[in-house]
């Protein structure tokens, strides 16, 4: 069966470990929408975050980075900023690790004569990562949200600065970026379109926004990122409550009304699988290391 998975964040690239263990024929589509520069980097964090799943090398309990970083490079730079006096934004929020700068370093030297999809390829080759991972876009769109008061703020200002506590009131996806070129392919020559346990608005809306993604689809199995009333991790359940949906595996199931055609809940959700309206797997959808992945990966696919 071949599988595409749309991305981002750390449940979906969770997901993506454990198909790829599991010997999946995969391919993966990852949100691009939280791309910024920082410190003249181009940083890429969801592409990251599923290559470093993908290569072994995440830092599991915390869900993005490399495992044990040091931030040398990161705090010799405050010092400097410090130390000589210059009024510059340090955007010291953001922490750099020192081996994951070379990742950044690497694709923002590559971005002068290349595109994102070939960089990312790149990357790929030097981490021996076989299976293809395309960046929804190569041209950029940005995930800003806008607050209750009216104030739009970048994504990494609300989801790391702000420690996601700004009331948002929508959810913006800036710019007409195309999908990137083997994108829509992928998401045509796939069995099934898989959507793992990620924020629908801040990592899985950003790759339908894009023109034809969703004509592209026309299998789709989506794991729901809020278990029990709460949502696994991060801010899809506050988000979920200010924009008005349901905060349960049930609003989630209908934001992707007419996409989604198979919904995986958790066992603990499993007596509201009557409410929703598509086919639902139940299972438990936990994957706290990566033997769980694998686990719920393998479940997923015997379901389907
Ligand atoms: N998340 C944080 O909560 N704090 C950070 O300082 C931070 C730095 C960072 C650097 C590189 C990178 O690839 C990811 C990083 N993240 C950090 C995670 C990132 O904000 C989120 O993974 C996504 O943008 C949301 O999916």
Redesign the pocket.
């Known amino acids: 069966m071949k599988v595409t998975v749309l991305a ?3 449940g979906g690239a969770r997901l993506v470990a454990g198909l790829a263990n599991a010997g999946c024929d995969l391919t993966v589509v990852v ?1 691009t929408g ?1 791309d ?1 520069v ?1 410190r003249g980097l181009h ?7 599923v290559l ?1 799943y993908l290569a072994g090398l995440i830092d599991w309990q ?4 490399l495992q044990k970083e040091s931030l040398a490079a990161n705090d010799r730079y405050r010092e400097l900023v410090v130390a000589s006096g210059v009024e510059v934004d340090m955007q010291d ?5 020192d081996r ?1 700068l070379a ?2 370093m690497f694709r923002t030297q590559l971005l002068t004569a290349a595109s994102l999809t070939e960089v990312t390829a790149a990357l790929c080759g030097a981490l021996g990562v076989s299976v293809p991972v395309l960046p929804m876009s190569d041209e950029p769109q940005r995930t800003v949200l806008e607050t209750t008061s009216g104030d739009i703020v970048d ?2 200002t609300y ?2 600065r702000h ?1 996601h506590r700004d009331e948002i009131g929508a959810v913006r996806y800036l710019g007409s970026a195309r999908p990137g070129p083997r994108v829509l392919e992928a998401l045509r020559d796939a069995d099934v379109v898989l959507i793992g346990p ?2 629908p608005m ?2 899985i809306g950003p790759i339908l926004a894009l023109d034809g993604v969703r004509d592209a689809i026309s299998r789709c199995v989506a794991v729901s990122p809020i278990v029990g009333g709460k949502a696994i991790k ?1 801010p899809a359940d506050r988000l979920m409550a200010s924009l008005g949906h349901e905060v349960s595996c049930v609003g989630v199931a209908k934001v992707y009304e007419g996409l989604v055609d198979t919904f995986v809940i958790d066992a603990v959700d499993a007596d509201r699988a009557s409410e929703i309206s598509m086919r639902t797997i139940v299972c438990d959808t936990m994957m706290p290391g990566p033997d769980e992945a694998t686990r719920v990966a393998k479940e997923i696919i015997d379901g389907i």
Not at 43 to 49: A, E, G, L, R
């Open positions: 981002g964040g750390g949100n939280d910024e920082m940083i890429s964090p969801d592409v990251d975050t470093y915390r869900g993005w980075g929020w953001f922490t750099l690790g994951d990742t950044h994504f990494q989801f790391v420690q990620s924020n801040l990592s991060g």
